[in-house]
């Protein structure tokens, strides 16, 4: 078979005119017709739909990337409503954990242990130029914990988002699994575990590969931006800490995470009504600190008070019980949120009955945590509880949608991170919100890289979160509807990168040497599309 027949980006298949396969030496190596991008796409769509089980459709979309790249993106995002919950969650957690047995291909790069001191080197293995890096460590996949190698799925998905909501060009993005080990008993001993069989790096060896990497791969693409993912807890803090005031980079699930539910939670507002809020969350790792600190700074910036009375309104709880000082040394990540007028109590229930909470949310991993009871409970001290159950995937949900409009009587508004499909209720239909990151960090990241924005700001993050919220009309708020239709995702993501930009203008980070006119215009003009 001819070589550009084998090559996912050139490749046309039957979309090759008569002409080309002349040219190319490829006439007689495809059947006679000559087909559209369109035509291709539902011949692609009919296959994909003979697939019954998501994960077998998984499989077949990560063949076709590795066919034919831009008949893949355009099918994405012609379908993405459909596909999204395929190409990653809660189908790309399934994936990780086969990652292994169903190897077929790479993509990507792998940096391990025993590539110190050669990292900047082997960088240059990889030919094409990268405005875009996902890096993992796979230490923290979704909710399914320390992946090791496996966690590769993930920066690839990531990726595949980035093209379909903000159109960056795919032949630019590199995904790359930093490889230091696994505590995973489980993958150390599966035979088709692909990474270094050993246990994590302690955190001198770790630190050490992370800024080998970091300063070698910012040589390399200057202009390219970093994305941190599913890093474990506490090194995605150390990590982001070290670099997010360096080099233009940050970490989705502490700051995307927060700024999209920022956004479900500015709208929750505005339908209730309710300004001053008690905000209980189960679960105090990376996402929920991340959520917890923009939603502290928009409740302080609301109320004209100091972050620190903004955090005041936040409590947490996790593994160890609510968050306080009085449990002794804590975490740093956690500090601002140490209750200093509460005792310590392991009991999730009494903590509920103590805080009288308005809004309830759920990063736990622990799926089925919001019981009927507790939910109940909540019910008691809010006209509409905010009740969001976001852990990933579907599973691990905190409460499914059903069960939550159930116990509350249809009042709550709910939101998970994983999608559910819409619930009738006592002859009402609601549909729930999906905190989807895609909604963010598309947008956050397109605008930082346009404007070339030395660093990513907080006041960026932010102005993601407001426009994020104001893409939803006020007719579907009044109706509980809190996100915006996912359809409408490339829309969203321009007017998000557009905002952005502007804003690390504002804040004098831009190094564009000067400001578009039209900074809408100015993003869809550098935008690619998936065509022949």
Not at 143 to 150: E, M, R
Not at 370 to 399: G, Q, R
Request: some cysteine; aromatic content about 10%.
């Amino acid at each position: 078979m001819s070589a550009i027949l084998r090559d996912p980006v050139k490749n046309k298949g039957t979309a090759f005119t008569q002409r080309e396969r002349e040219v190319l030496g490829v006439r007689g190596l495809l059947p006679w017709a000559v087909e559209s991008l369109e035509q291709q796409c539902l011949r692609a769509h009919a296959q994909l739909c003979e697939q019954e089980a998501p994960f077998r459709k998984y499989i077949f979309l990560q063949d076709l990337l590795q066919r034919n790249r831009t008949l893949y993106y355009y099918m994405l995002a012609k379908y993405v409503e459909e596909l999204l919950p395929i190409v990653y969650t809660p189908t790309v957690g399934e994936g990780c954990l086969n990652f292994g047995l169903e190897f077929r291909a790479s993509q990507g790069m792998y940096i391990c242990v025993h590539d110190r001191g050669h990292i900047r080197r082997m960088l240059d293995n990889w030919k094409d130029p990268v405005d875009l890096i996902v890096v993992t460590d796979g230490g923290r996949i979704l909710g399914l914990g320390d992946l090791g190698t496996n966690g590769m799925g993930i920066p690839i998905g990531k990726l595949s988002l980035y093209v379909a909501a903000a159109c960056f060009n795919p032949d630019r993005t590199l995904p790359i699994m930093l490889d230091v080990g696994t505590n995973n008993q489980k993958l150390l001993d599966d035979p088709y575990y692909l990474g270094v069989r050993m246990n994590r790096l302690p955190d001198d060896q770790y630190n050490a590969l992370v800024e080998e990497f970091m300063t070698a791969a910012v040589e390399k693409w200057p202009q390219c931006l970093i994305q941190f993912e599913d890093f474990q807890s506490p090194r995605c803090f150390t990590v982001l800490a070290k670099y997010k005031d360096c080099y233009r980079c940050f970490n989705d699930d502490i700051q995307g995470t927060g700024a999209v539910i920022l956004a479900g939670f500015i709208n929750s507002m505005k339908a209730t009504g309710v300004t001053e809020q008690r905000v209980l969350f189960l679960g105090a790792g990376s996402a929920a600190t991340g959520v917890g600190t923009m939603i502290a700074h928009y409740l302080a910036d609301e109320n004209h008070v100091p972050f620190g009375q903004g955090c005041g309104m936040i409590y947490m709880f996790d593994i160890d019980g609510l968050v306080c000082e009085a449990r002794g040394k804590l975490p740093s990540h956690l500090l601002p949120f140490a209750r200093k007028d509460m005792a310590p109590c392991k009991n999730f229930l009494e903590v509920i009955k103590l805080v009288k909470p308005t809004a309830l949310i759920g990063l736990s991993g622990c799926g089925g945590a919001f019981t009927e009871e507790i939910v109940k409970e909540v019910a008691k001290y809010s006209p509409a509880p905010i009740i969001f159950a976001l852990s990933n995937p579907t599973a691990n949900a905190e409460c499914t949608a059903e069960d939550a409009y159930a116990w509350t009587d249809g009042k709550c508004l709910y939101a998970s991170g994983s999608p559910f499909k819409p619930v009738t209720y006592k002859g009402k239909t609601y549909t729930p919100g999906q905190g989807n990151n895609m909604f963010i960090f598309p947008g956050l990241g397109l605008g930082a890289f346009l404007v070339q924005a030395r660093i990513v700001t907080d006041g960026m993050i932010a102005r993601s979160a407001r426009v994020l919220s104001n893409c939803v009309p006020k007719e579907d708020i009044a109706e509980g509807k809190i996100y915006p239709c996912i359809t409408e995702i490339q829309d969203i993501t321009r007017r998000i990168a557009a905002a952005v930009a502007e804003q690390a203008f504002e804040d004098g980070v831009a190094t564009l040497k000067e400001m578009p006119d039209d900074m809408l215009a100015f993003v869809a003009e550098n935008q690619w599309e998936p065509k022949y």
